[in-house]
């Protein structure tokens, strides 16, 4: 192709493009202005200009639009966490010394209270023991009984005297370790709770290194999870928290937490929380996994229908309505949900944003309410009072000047 029919092509395509824009912007230039009808104002309603988008005389008419409301939103956070059953009070029992199993006076998995005997060893050496204590302790007795007779007769010396009183002192100290020994033979509940599983029988020879069983109070449990460095300084002692397990479905127990670590864990920015859920059932056990879920209050902000979120090269931004007009209002995406976006920005409960008909509009332009809502009262859009609006194949009120122009002759 030679150089000037490539020259005439990009000229044609130039003029036709400009035609086109021009037909857009500017009909009454291509088709001319004609007469305004009379009835032009009355059907644009009050305070709005006919014509074309934004309200310029000689366009297609005022953008139609579909509005939602403004409304209120809190921002909180939802935390679940998967953490581990622990028992309220748990201990495993041990002996302080070593010796043979003579007795062993509970059942696995039974309920125990504070004090009940749990397993007894062979104490026959402690209680001879004591027994030979007490008979000493008994002899320093009377001996010092003697020496304070004798002292009132004067037949006795002060060294004497203090010799007998520090016996029997001795005595009773005697006594009292021989009494301490022969506790140690005997394992007590140390407190209310209810016992383990066991491996020892009459007759075990066991030390202090051998675990007996172990102890658990099982009126509450307690399950330690963590929560995300952004929420840390929101989650308090006190806070509800709702709690599930696998092993009990369709039930959540209401807890609380019982509480807060003092730092962040730096690998893996997050904090350790611990929450106590009630057990009156004894349903829940130790070493159970247990789903939690934490709702952290946020800032209320607004919200506003996802489909009124609009995007340029600036950030996010809405088409909120100033009675019949749209203003570009920029705005933050706080989060999402459901169809619903919580926002940053100059917006009020109860204010007006565009969610349908966006792409005609710009800012400062005039609208006209889907259903008539333009806010110009009951009936704005529609024909006045006593007016026979818009018959079949009759021109309509809205029709832009320039067609019915060109429909006229």
Do not use: C
Request: net charge negative; aromatic share 2%.
């Amino acid at each position: 192709m030679s150089i000037a029919k490539q020259v005439l092509l990009s000229l044609l395509l130039v003029a036709l493009v400009g035609g086109g824009w021009l037909l857009y912007q500017r009909p009454d230039l291509v088709f001319g202005a004609g007469e305004q009808p009379a009835d032009a104002s009355a059907a644009a309603g009050p305070g709005r200009s006919p014509g074309g988008p934004g309200g310029r005389p000689g366009g297609f008419g005022q953008a139609l639009v579909v509005t939602a409301p403004v409304e209120s939103d809190d921002d909180g956070t939802e935390v679940r966490a998967i953490g581990t059953a622990t028992a309220a009070r748990s201990v495993t029992l041990y002996p302080q010394v070593a010796g043979i199993v003579t007795a062993v006076d509970f059942t696995p998995g039974a309920p125990v209270t504070a004090g009940r005997v749990l397993l007894e060893l062979d104490s026959a050496d402690q209680q001879v023991a004591l027994d030979r204590a007490t008979i000493a302790l008994d002899a320093a007795r009377e001996t010092l009984d003697r020496a304070e007779r004798l002292e009132k007769s004067g037949n006795v010396t002060a060294s004497t005297l203090s010799d007998a009183r520090k016996a029997v002192r001795q005595a009773e100290v005697d006594v009292r370790m021989a009494e301490l020994d022969l506790a140690k033979r005997t394992i007590h509940a140390p407190f209310d709770g209810v016992i383990g599983l066991t491996d020892i029988a009459v007759g075990d020879l066991i030390n202090s290194q051998t675990a007996i069983a172990t102890v658990a109070d099982m009126s509450s449990v307690t399950v330690a999870f963590d929560v995300p460095e952004r929420v840390a300084g929101a989650v308090t002692v006190g806070e509800p928290v709702n709690a599930t397990a696998a092993a009990i479905p369709g039930v959540t127990i209401a807890g609380r937490i019982s509480a807060v670590d003092n730092r962040i864990d730096p690998a893996t920015r997050t904090m350790r929380v611990e929450a106590t859920l009630p057990n009156d059932t004894a349903d829940l056990k130790p070493g159970m996994a247990i789903t939690t879920e934490l709702s952290v209050a946020g800032e209320v902000r607004p919200s506003v229908p996802s489909l009124a979120i609009q995007w340029d090269r600036a950030g996010s931004f809405v088409w909120m309505l100033d009675g019949d007009v749209v203003r570009r209002t920029p705005v933050q995406v706080i989060a999402r949900r459901s169809g619903v976006v919580t926002v940053a920005g100059d917006l009020a409960p109860g204010d007006e944003v565009v969610v349908e008909g966006v792409l005609r509009l710009r800012d400062g332009a005039t609208v006209v309410r889907a259903g008539g809502g333009d806010g110009g009262g009951p009936g704005a859009g529609s024909p006045p009072t006593g007016e026979p609006g818009p018959v079949s194949g009759s021109e309509s009120p809205a029709t832009p000047r320039a067609v019915r122009s060109r429909s006229a002759g």
